[in-house]
Every structure is written in C-alpha cells, then in structure tokens.
T-cell receptor, first 113, second 109 residues
C-alpha cells in the first residue's frame, strides 16, 4: 500500500502526559500537512512542510505542539502536557508541488482523560 | 464569517433521488476547489476537483461560480453508499487549504 500511513491509530493518554504521532506520506510527495478535526467540523490546518522545512504554523498550534520532518520524509507531531481539549482526530495529508489535492492518512484519534 | 461555509444538513433523501449541495467561499483570490467525501470516523477522500467549466464524474457533477463565489455538487440517482459527509475544500494559493465543516447526507432505502 503506497498511501499515507499514520501511527498510532488510537491513543489514550492522561492529562499532562506527552504524546507523539508519526506520519509517513506518499513517497514522492514533498508537501506534508497536519490537521486536527473535532466532531462536526472539517479538518483545521495545523502546520505545513515542504520537504524538511516547516513553512507555516497555525495560530491553533500552541507552544505545547511541535512538528518535525527531519529528512523530508516522515513527520512527527508532538503534544506536550496534553489537555482534555486536545482530544481530536489528528490527520496527516501529503501532496506534491504540482498538485493542490491532498491525500490523507487514516488519522490518529487522541483521547485525553 | 467563515472562509468556507456549507449547510451542515443533514440531507435525508430516498434512493434514486437527486441532491445538490452548495458551498460559499470568501476569498475571491481562491484558485483551486475540491469536494472530499468523509465516512464516519474515517479520513477525508478526494471525490473530485472542481473546474471553472464544470465537470462530471459518473453520477457526480461539480460546478464553480466565481462571480458569486460558490461551488456546488450534484449527485444523481443517489445510492445508499453515498451516505457520508461531503467537505467543500478551497485552496487560496500555495499551501493554504481551507475545509468547510461538511454537509451530511443520508440516503435511505
């Protein structure tokens, strides 16, 4: 399967703990996005990478959130000191420079208790 | 005002019906437009791009009206399997992509 993959698929954590999610984009795609989606809403943009460079971060992304894409391939999203309001589906999408349509991974569903 | 607005629905239609969704966007400089489909607790999947001249893919037809800043999706001969949330997506150039909150469709036998 050459689609976008994300791990883990589900994460339950206690408030105050740190969590890290991984995204492996489609191999030839140089653009990678992270989104957050809550019930009844569309995906909300969090951050964007072109190759290894993080070019944009949403105001939604507080200082507790950090994302990396060290070699321009897979990416990680870390949330420190999780809060109950962080509970959501975290989606990763990728595309290449010549296209605007994005392809999504299955998401990581985070529940903070 | 949200940058991309959709009627949340739900739209409840019988099998075989024709149903249409509209979506409005606020940025007149928007460049690319898409419809995505999202099943419950699944990731969004690209349904179709929307071209200026309108385009059709089987039972699905998408239209773009730049003057009024809206796009539409028409589904003919609805199937039970069409039940999903339909997300309107607008790209304003470069990386910036805005998703609507989605329109829920239920197709009933």
């Amino acid at each position: 399967d050459t689609g976008v993959s994300q791990n883990p698929r589900h994460k339950i954590t206690k408030r105050g703990q740190n969590v890290t999610f991984r995204c492996d984009p489609i191999s030839e795609h140089n653009r990678l996005y992270w989104y957050r989606q809550t019930l009844g809403q569309g995906p909300e943009f969090l951050t964007y990478f072109q190759n290894e460079a993080q070019l944009e971060k949403s105001r939604l992304l507080s200082d507790r959130f950090s994302a990396e894409r060290p070699k321009g391939s897979f990416s990680t999203l870390e949330i420190q000191r999780t809060e109950q309001g962080d509970s959501a589906m975290y989606l990763c999408a990728s595309t290449d420079t010549s296209k605007a349509e994005q392809y999504f991974g299955p998401g990581t569903r985070l529940t903070v208790t | 005002r949200k940058e991309v607005e959709q009627d949340p629905g739900p739209f409840n239609v019988p099998e075989g019906a024709t149903v249409a969704f509209n979506c409005t966007y606020s940025n007149s400089a928007s460049q690319s437009f898409f419809w995505y489909r999202q099943d419950c607790r699944k990731e969004p999947k690209l349904l179709m791009s929307v071209y200026s001249s309108g385009n059709e893919d089987g039972r699905f037809t998408a239209q773009l009206n730049r003057a009024s800043q809206y796009i539409s999706l028409l589904i003919r001969d609805s199937k039970l399997s069409d039940s999903a949330t339909y997300l309107c997506v607008v790209n304003t150039g470069g990386f910036k992509t805005i998703f609507g909150a989605g329109t829920r469709l239920f197709v009933k036998a």
